[in-house]
Structures are given as structure tokens and as C-alpha cells.
């Protein structure tokens, strides 16, 4: 049972809902389970508020921390949605066991993500590119610097309102001594440390005015293998390429969603490793038609040029493009005005 | 300049000096520095206490978080001594730059670490195996969830006595799959993130009852890296082998203090590139004499067997090994029993 202590006041009517600078402003409340003594116990959701460690918690130290990202939205009804919700359930748990933390039961996640959505409900405003994103995670809160698994741990969601995601033109630099994860490594998890590992490479390509990096593979640094923090996506010809997921790649879940929708919409797609050779080949004979990350928080993100190895290349933008086709449909279907044959939107009790 | 804000009672005389576990008892105080717009501000010395921050700071789930660990010591007529203080400063910078985070300057580290050494120095027990473990941190304290690096952060210095550390007979397994770090990553840094990922692959090999890991290289597990959370030493014949530094192995203070002693001892040392089979071999002939990690917490851990594809080999164990020799010179240097031509002695003022 969810323990729920609500907030004497609401701090709604003093957002700006249309100026939201993504993940900034938080909602009234929070959903916190702690795991101690083996097991998970009081799941609740109280007033968002801080929190309390221990300068020796685990977390500060060796970096047991794990996160998903996912979104709540409203049709034009105002009935409420999340959009694949087990598979951000599923993912955490893989997450959790490859950092050696305790897996989150089913009901409490989902439970504790359902009752804290319908909470906030009036955070969630209609129109396609609002949302609310949520954001579950788990930090170890052991107060103890012996290097070893924390046996004490905090698993908590808080949700931040989100506009439409406009990030301007972008350009990537493809990354040619940098990586972003090791073949053995934690690569397809979500954990926190992967993420400041990407920010160094990441400000000496805004230096050079590029957004973000194309991560390569760390062995080689001959194949593609993210865009930033997104997966990514080019299109040869007419066919849509994506790299594989492995334990360096996440399987992410705008990704997936992608490949499903560009199948059924009969557009040919290919799941392989690509090559940088492939991609510069393809950009100078004409046939590299489009690139686009797909993550969570931007959907799709077109990206409109790039550099490797002091060589530099521009795409052409035009209407119709694999990526507003996709990113269409696929919010269509977010925003429950489109059918939804495959079940993707689970209904917030 | 450093404010002290004394705590009125001590809790030193609940603690048995004799039974320390490492890292799981604190001292009174703590060193903290905030970083905000720009700068560092308000360096103060402040009773030990839990730091309380918001559910979204970024260390929670961008893992912005580094560390230095390091060690004050007491010669036999109360003075008082850390080890290389300046080589961790440095390496914090290092790993801090490459973080995407602010470099501490010097004197805030130095001055942070020497007030609170001296103010705790009832902590610091004289008797080699005793010391004071120094454990600097930063930590990205930002109320935002957008992936990019951290405009706020809190440096802290916090201290927990040490006895002699004893982790008992260690065999380890030599990594096939997992890995530590990437080229291009972040292994050569203090980083949070690189011990999480450490844990999962470690706890697997504890169920086969080895202690540890030894590390492979990502791109072929054919060269051995680091053993567990230490750098790792090889005796093969007379010579002394380890791994190069590169960025994806940590330059350990203690590796390169036991470096240098080996030489100025006459040892034959060589920094190079190891093999597994190299190793294996070694072990089949008996030339394979000795294996030890290096860490400032354990300063010298005899490996006394290891596995790898299955085949097992055990090492046997003798008096006036290179790992007690070494670390007999070092211990002696670090509590002032032996002369010191490396000036690695640092008096606290």
C-alpha cells in the first residue's frame, strides 16, 4: 500500500508552462521507497522536497545510481497516458542487477508511477510536444566508502512538466578518439556515471559549434554507435539504419518504437553495424538522405550536419522526411490520436 | 580562508582503534567548499553532519562525482604526515577536468586537507598499519535533470580512521568478458561511475570464491589492467612487470611510489603491456614468483592464486617477497621510520 501525504499547496499556478526549460521545474510531489534489511518497504508519496545523506552515502562515492526517463500525456479528452511504461520498468531492473542493486518489484514501480501521475494530473497539459516526464531512480545511500555494493538504497520518482522539445539546428562531430562505453561495460544501462563520462568530449564539440557527438565504437572508432544520449538513426536511399544494441548500445525505447512504426509504414529498415566509411561514402554521393536521434525527451531530433576527421558534411533538410513521418506518427499515438495496434499506451488508472 | 565551526563534543571515545572496518566510522568534522557562479566560495571546517540536497541534483543522475583517497600518518613522536598530498591534488584536476567539472585550486585543497588533519589529529593513531584516511570529494549539486554538466557543485574533505588492513588469502578472476574502462573513456579518473560498474562482475566472481577481478583490456581481454580497485604487479623470474598508465588505467600513487622503490632497491622493473597468456605461461613454468595489487587503502594485497578460462593456479607464498619488501620500505617511509630522498612526506603544518 502507497502512503500519500499531500502537499498543503501547489505551486502550479506559478509555472510558466509555455517557456519550461526542459527538467527545471518539478510538481508538488514525490513517490520514495527505501530498501533496507533486504527488501522494500512504506512506498509513499509525499511533498517533493530534499533529501538527506550521508557525506559517506554510497552514491557520492562509487557511483550506484541508476535512472529511466519516460512521459505522461493527455489526449483531448484529458484522459491520461504513459507510453510504454514496462518497458521503462523492465530496462531499470536490468539497469539495477548490472550495478549490483536490488531489482524494484513490478506493483511498487508501476504503482508508484501510476498514483503519482494521476496525482499531479493537472500537470499534464493537452496538445501534442506537452508532457510530463517522469524521471524513477535509485541511488545507494550506505554511509560507509568501503568499495562495495551499498546495501542500503533510495528508489524515488519526481516528474517535470515538458514543452515541445526545440533544440535548434543540429550538428555532430563523430567522435574519433572518445568513447562513450566499453565492450564489457555498462553502455546499455542507464546509470548516472555514464552520462558525465559525455560531457568533456561533448564541450570540446559545442567548441567547434557542434551539439553533440556521434559516440563510436571504443575498439575501432570505425562504427557508429549513439548521438549524444539518444540512439540514432541515418537514412541511405530509402533505407533507415540503426546500429544493433549490445552491452555498449541502449536499447532504448523511442528506438524500438521507431524501427516498429518505420516497418509497418513499409519503409525498409536495417539493423547492422555502420560504419563511418559507409555514412561519409553515402554523404558524398547524394545517397545520405536524413540522420536523426531518437530519445525519450526529444522524441526525434534531426541532425543537419557533421564532421570526422576535419572533413565536414551537410544534409539537405525537405518536407516528408523519415523523421517528421515518424515523429508524427509516433506522437500521434502518444497523444491517443491515432490507433494503437501495438499497445503502447497504457491507460493511468 | 578557512572558518572552523568546532563541533562542542568529540565521539572519539566510542570508537575502538582496534577494530576499525575501513570506511564506515567518520571524525567530527568535515571540509566543505561550494562552487557557485563562477567561483569557490566560503571554504569552512564544520561539525560532521548529513549535506541535504534537492531530488534532482545532477549527481544523482548525470554521476558528476569524483574522488581522491589518501592517508595522514603519526611517526612514533606525534608528528604528523600525509603521503603525496600534492599527487592527489593533482590527480583530483585531472579527473575533474575530464568530468566536465571545476579544477579545485590548490590552496583550497591543500589548506581544506592540512586544517582539518591537524584539528582531527587525535584520530591519527601512531603504529604502522595506523592512519587517517583522507577521502576528498566534489559532487554536482545542480536542481536540474537536463544531461549537461553541473553549474554548482560542493567539494568536501571527510576522514575515517584505518587500522591494519587485513582482507585475508585473495585469489582473483582474470576478466574474459567484463570490463573496466574504454580507450577514450574515463578509467584513468577517480570517477564515482567506475566503481559501480565494478561491482556486478566482482560479486560473480565472489560466488566462484575469488575476491577480486583482474581486469582485461576492453578491445581483447588479452592484456591484463587493474586488479579489483588496485593497480596490479607481476613478478616474473626477478623482474617486477606492470601495466602503462594510459587513460584507461589509473596512475596510482602507490603504483608509482612502489615503482620507484623497486628501482632504487635494484629490483629490474618494466612497464609494458602484460598478457594474460604471457602470465599463464609464466605460472606453468614457474617463473610466475608473485602477484599484488597496489592502493592507498591496502598498500600492498598479495595475490595468492587466480583463475582464467577455467584453469586455476595457485601461487606459493615466502618470506621476503618483493610485496613485503615493498611495502615494508614504504610504511617505514610514510611513518617517518626511514629516511625519505622522495620528499614524499608532507609535514602538516
Known amino acids: 500500500m502507497i502512503s500519500v501525504n499531500k502537499s498543503p499547496i501547489s505551486k502550479i499556478d506559478s509555472v510558466n508552462f509555455d517557456g519550461l526549460s526542459f527538467g527545471s521545474v518539478f510538481t508538488d510531489h514525490m513517490f520514495v521507497c527505501d530498501f533496507s534489511g533486504g527488501s522494500w518497504t512504506d512506498p509513499k508519496i509525499i511533498p517533493y522536497q530534499p533529501i538527506t545523506l550521508e557525506p559517506s552515502a554510497r552514491?557520492?562515492?562509487?557511483?550506484?545510481?541508476i535512472f529511466e526517463g519516460?512521459?505522461?500525456f493527455k489526449d483531448d479528452q484529458n484522459q491520461l497516458f504513459l507510453f510504454r511504461p514496462k518497458d521503462n520498468f523492465k530496462r531499470f531492473n536490468i539497469s539495477?542487477?548490472?550495478l549490483a542493486m536490488p531489482e524494484v518489484p513490478e506493483d511498487i514501480f508501476m504503482k508508484g508511477l501510476n498514483r503519482l501521475v494521476r496525482l499531479e494530473e493537472n500537470w499534464v497539459k493537452?496538445?501534442?510536444g506537452r508532457s510530463l516526464y517522469l524521471r524513477p531512480f535509485m541511488i545507494a545511500t550506505d554511509a560507509a566508502i568501503s568499495a562495495a555494493p551499498s546495501k542500503n538504497y533510495k528508489f524515488m520518482i519526481i516528474a517535470s512538466p515538458a514543452g515541445v522539445y526545440y533544440s535548434g539546428e543540429v550538428r555532430v562531430l563523430i567522435a574519433e578518439n572518445y568513447s562513450r562505453a566499453a565492450d564489457g561495460g555498462?553502455?546499455?544501462t542507464k546509470a548516472a556515471g555514464n552520462y558525465a563520462a559525455q560531457f568533456y568530449p561533448t564541450s570540446l564539440a559545442q567548441q567547434?559549434?557542434?551539439?553533440?557527438v556521434i559516440w563510436t565504437d571504443s575498439n575501432s572508432?570505425?562504427?557508429v554507435e549513439e548521438a549524444g544520449t539518444m540512439n540514432v538513426f541515418f537514412r541511405i536511399g530509402d533505407t533507415l539504419l540503426t546500429a544493433p544494441t549490445s552491452d555498449h548500445i541502449l536499447d532504448g525505447i523511442t528506438r524500438k518504437s521507431v524501427l516498429k512504426l518505420a516497418e509497418d509504414l513499409g519503409i525498409p529498415t536495417e539493423v547492422r553495424r555502420i560504419s563511418v566509411a559507409e555514412i561519409k561514402n553515402a554523404a558524398r554521393n547524394g545517397e545520405l538522405k536524413e540522420i536523426f536521434g531518437t530519445g525519450t525527451a526529444a522524441v526525434i531530433n534531426p541532425i543537419c550536419g557533421f564532421e570526422h576527421a576535419q572533413e565536414v558534411f551537410e544534409l539537405k533538410m525537405f518536407n516528408n522526411s523519415y523523421a517528421s513521418i515518424l515523429k508524427d506518427r509516433l506522437t500521434a499515438i502518444q497523444h491517443n490520436r491515432a490507433d494503437d495496434?501495438?499497445?503502447w499506451r497504457h491507460m493511468v488508472p
Chains 1, 2 share one sequence.
Open 59 to 65: 552514491v557520492f562515492h562509487y557511483g550506484q545510481a
Open 186 to 188: 555498462i553502455g546499455f
Open 341 to 343: 495496434p501495438y499497445q
Open 126 to 128: 493537452c496538445g501534442v
Open 221 to 223: 572508432h570505425e562504427f
Open 208 to 212: 567547434k559549434n557542434y551539439q553533440q
Open 96 to 98: 539495477a542487477k548490472r
Open 70 to 72: 519516460m512521459k505522461a
